[in-house]
């Protein structure tokens, strides 16, 4: 199983933007694929949005659709999560998690997960 991290969170302006990386290490990362999850205080996590392992296909939140997007390099064993136009109701800590030959569907429905980050904070403020 591959070990995550994550990084990138902080403290911004609502309209701000922000990238949030996913380093993947301890597994043949391109095998898996990979989501992008979101808790709030107070809240249940919530999918965000993930990609198939091949990386042919992505699935968003309604939340999220037009203003995150998600990308991979295999090559650096690293998962992107850029977002823009922030918004105060994004503020949460973002997780992200891992499934072996999985796709951006399963992902969305946290099916089949095996690894997850221990979660970076991001903050939006008004």
């Known amino acids: 199983q591959v070990q995550l991290v994550e990084s990138g969170g902080g403290l911004v302006q609502a309209g701000a933007s922000l990238r949030l990386s996913c380093a993947a290490s301890?597994?043949?990362?391109?095998?898996?694929?990979v989501g992008w999850f979101r808790q709030a205080p107070g809240k249940e996590r919530e999918f965000v949005v993930g990609i198939s392992w091949t990386g042919g296909s992505t699935v968003s939140a309604d939340s999220v659709k037009g203003r995150f997007t998600i990308s991979r390099d295999n090559a650096k064993n690293t998962v992107y999560l850029q977002m823009n136009s922030l918004k105060v109701e994004d503020t949460a800590v973002y997780f992200c998690?891992?499934?072996?030959?999985?796709?951006?569907?399963?992902?969305?429905?946290?099916?089949?997960?095996?690894?997850w980050g221990q979660g970076t904070w991001v903050t939006v403020s008004s």
């Open positions: 998690a891992a499934h072996r030959f999985g796709t951006a569907q399963t992902m969305a429905v946290m099916q089949g997960i095996t690894s």
């Open positions: 301890g597994g043949a990362f391109s095998s898996y694929a």
